[in-house]
């Protein structure tokens, strides 16, 4: 169920509506639209700045690059985002025609190659693709309009204030002409600038922010004609499996690749080159089999005897290092923020009340394994694959063949799920170097088991929090020592410390408490295996951590968590950074702080709704409790709480209540779907999904020891909008839902059995 609430001073004031679960380039749209109904010369909305200008590409605001329109009026709008669920491929080009005035259903949405110098940034990564993107959606679509209304106006000899835009189509008086009538005249008008477009009032909008819009891939998903990575295939085509080295950065001694290859439908057994990070998205090696089809391809590598030399890193257990890490946050860490004089607050205080919460490494497992079809000939690339990233993937595959990025196309499918794994496309690499050895097209497929062995994990962590309080129990001092080793360590040397301009920002340092004396630091932890980025990146162990905390901290002061969490918060306030000690150059989501600071009122709004949502306080049946948990990531807020309760062994969560702040929402249903999608994947890991190591290897296989929370335990998902007019930035929506999730659930399970867990996955059974 969605709700929407009104936000004022922080407040959430009331519940206003509950809803069930060629140049030639021109759209056309469904509300009545006059340029006589926009007040004032200029425009309706005031840019604001926002990160995407500092991304690679920026924000590319040309219509005639994205826009193009038929004689017979078809729309087509291109999606130059990567499609897994989240609702990109639909949004953006919904603000679009929506601004334009296009009538949807005369849209058609096409698949932008990676090609970052004609379309902009394409990464679609970070909870970043409307924040970034929308103001230049909308420019587009105004432009569009704008000229078509222009070219209306020419062709009648009349003003264009006299010309009325409705359903597809162009009025004056007794004159009507459909925007396929008007495409080649409008593309001879000059493109407008942003001032001299008098773009909607928010009360004009026809599809944005109006949550009727389903994604446009919803039909072929549902009957199966959707294509995604494996979908694709080209004549001649040869399907490759490959062995790759068990333990990161291993080589191989020997193999039995020359019998394999003389197996019935074996094409080739081929070497693929050895990397050890930093590699960035590099293969990890290892022997490949090209086989006429998959399952020759499967019985050929089931037959591959290979010995491996496995390096410096064939000695990592995560048991022993996690001890380790522990160990590390106990002591003192290099200090990233600090407020007052922490030291002194503890060594004066009646009590130091203080936990360490850990959290294993972490595997994507997107629905869809990796897989790219690659086609090397007459020294050109094309690659077809479900990347996340197809410009940084096009650069990776020039790099890797010694060729130019102009002679490489990269072709996006439909993701079957990302989550960041597929921003890393090693997959594609090695279908390409492939194709260029055996000569022929050769789709790279990895399996299930392939995916967890060989990910790009997130990083296993260890966070120690203490706290001094005084006599009257209030909270004098905050520590907060995290020990992780850094997703950087793909890119560059391991220091073993966390890259200062992005991971402590995520839930270390910006922790919004209002405490008079902060430490936070960080502790040194080398890495064993490949780290990238997981949906929610580091705030999951952070949050996981803090939100334990809360909760504990509340028990031992003999306070409830709602109440807990407000005294930690305090009045609301926007956050001063030289004031609260923040260090310059603190990561704020790649945004610059004017304009999304935090604001601590948004936060605990957030969580006050959700307990309000839930029934926080209220008599709940024996064995049931009620978990709070709050986080700000992406620049969005999050409070959420969880009923939970314990059957026949299980732990079981009947409903999770959550609520999302991220500023104006274009798109409230897709919003909904991926704020269940983060509470089904957060409960997995609370409760399941954890990835372990022995003498260098990957533990787990696939689901069965490496689970996910399945259908019988699925909560009841009620989700709450905080509700923010346009001249509120949009902030991020795919990952600030998720890391509240985990503690929610561990607290609710306290109150439910009076059993604290402090490491997850904490396993299905109480």
């Not at 162009?170 to 001879?188: I, Q």
């Not at 009923?643 to 999302?660: C, F, K, Q, S, Y």
């Not at 020891?705 to 709450?720: A, E, G, L, W």
């Amino acid at each position: 169920m969605l709700k929407y609430i009104t936000h004022a001073k922080s407040k959430a004031i009331e519940t206003i509506a509950v809803k069930k679960t060629s140049r030639r380039a021109f759209l056309g749209g469904t509300a009545v639209f006059t340029l006589a109904a926009f007040a004032t010369k200029g425009h309706a909305f005031t840019k604001w700045e926002h990160g995407g200008s500092e991304m690679p590409g920026g924000a590319v605001e040309d219509p005639l690059i994205f826009v193009s329109i038929d004689t017979d009026g078809t729309v087509t709008l291109v999606a130059h985002r990567s499609e897994m669920g989240q609702g990109a491929r639909t949004s953006i080009p919904m603000v679009m025609a929506d601004e334009m005035e296009a009538d949807w259903s005369r849209v058609k949405i096409v698949q932008a190659e990676g090609d970052e110098a004609r379309y902009g940034n394409q990464n679609t990564d970070g909870s970043r693709s409307l924040r970034h993107n929308i103001q230049a959606a909308r420019k587009i679509g105004g432009s569009i309009r704008h000229m078509l209304q222009t070219a209306a106006a020419e062709k009648w000899g009349v003003d264009p204030s006299a010309v009325v835009i409705e359903n597809h189509k162009a009025r004056s008086g007794s004159n009507s002409a459909d925007f396929g009538e008007l495409a080649e005249a409008a593309m001879e008008v000059p493109v407008p600038a942003h001032e001299d477009i008098q773009y909607k009032s928010e009360d004009q909008f026809r599809y944005i922010g109006k949550g009727e819009v389903q994604i446009v891939d919803l039909k072929d998903i549902t009957t199966g004609a959707a294509v995604y990575g494996a979908d694709v295939s080209l004549p001649g085509m040869k399907v490759a499996v490959a062995l790759r080295p068990p333990v990161v950065g291993g080589k191989i001694v020997s193999h039995n690749g020359e019998e394999v290859a003389a197996r019935p439908g074996v094409v080739g057994v081929y070497e693929l080159p050895h990397s050890i990070p930093p590699a960035g998205f590099a293969p990890l090696g290892g022997v490949a089999v090209v086989a006429d089809n998959t399952w020759a391809a499967l019985d050929a590598r089931d037959a591959l005897q290979v010995e491996w030399d496995d390096g410096p890193h064939g000695g990592y257990n995560t048991n022993s290092y996690m001890d380790e890490m522990k160990a590390t946050a106990l002591e003192k860490g290099t200090v990233l923020r600090t407020k007052g004089d922490q030291e002194s607050a503890f060594a004066n205080a009646a009590k130091i009340v203080g936990q360490t919460y850990s959290q294993d490494h972490v595997a994507h497992i997107p629905m869809e394994p990796p897989v790219a079809l690659a086609n090397f000939s007459d020294n050109k690339l094309e690659v077809w694959a479900p990347v996340q990233h197809p410009q940084q993937a096009r650069d990776d595959l020039a790099a890797a063949m010694g060729m130019e990025a102009t002679d490489v196309r990269v072709n996006v499918t439909l993701l079957g799920g990302g989550f960041g794994r597929k921003s890393k496309a090693d997959f594609a690499t090695e279908a390409a170097l492939l194709s260029k050895m055996a000569g022929v097209p050769v789709r790279m497929q990895w399996t299930r088991e392939d995916d967890i062995r060989h990910s790009f994990y997130h990083t296993v962590s260890a966070e120690r929090i203490e706290v001094s309080v005084d006599e009257s129990n209030k909270v004098t001092g905050w520590r907060h020592n995290s020990v992780a080793p850094s997703l950087m360590t793909t890119f560059a040397p391991d220091t073993g410390y966390q890259q200062f301009g992005i991971e402590p920002g995520m839930g270390l340092i910006d922790v919004p408490f209002d405490i008079a004396n902060i430490s936070c630091e960080n502790g040194q932890a080398m890495a064993h295996t490949r780290l990238g980025w997981f949906r929610s990146v580091s705030n999951n162990p952070r949050a996981w951590a803090i939100g334990s905390f809360v909760s504990e901290l509340a028990s031992e002061l003999g306070k409830d968590e709602l109440t807990m969490w407000k005294e930690l918060i305090g009045a609301p306030r926007t956050l001063d950074p030289a004031a609260e000690g923040l260090p310059d150059g603190w990561f704020n989501y790649g945004e610059p702080v004017k304009g999304f600071e935090i604001k601590t009122g948004r936060l605990l709004n957030c969580l006050e709704q959700a307990a309000d949502s839930i029934g926080y306080g209220k008599p709940l049946p024996e064995g049931e409790g009620i978990g709070l948990a709050a986080h700000r990531s992406f620049v969005s807020y999050c409070g959420a709480a969880a009923r939970v309760t314990v059957v026949d062994g299980e732990i079981r969560v009947p409903e999770v209540h959550v609520v999302l702040d991220a500023g104006f929402v274009a798109n409230p249903e897709r919003v909904e779907s991926q704020i269940q999608g983060a509470v089904i994947q957060g409960m997995s890991n609370a409760l399941h999904s954890g990835i372990t190591f022995t003498d260098g290897a990957v533990d787990q296989t696939n689901y069965n020891d490496y689970d996910v929370v399945r259908s019988p335990n699925f909560p009841v998902v009620t989700t709450i909008l905080v509700e923010h007019p346009f001249s509120e930035p949009p902030t991020g929506v795919g990952e600030p839902c998720m890391p509240p999730i985990s503690p929610a659930i561990a607290n609710g399970l306290f109150h439910a059995t009076g059993k604290r867990n402090r490491h997850i996955p904490m396993g299905p059974n109480a």
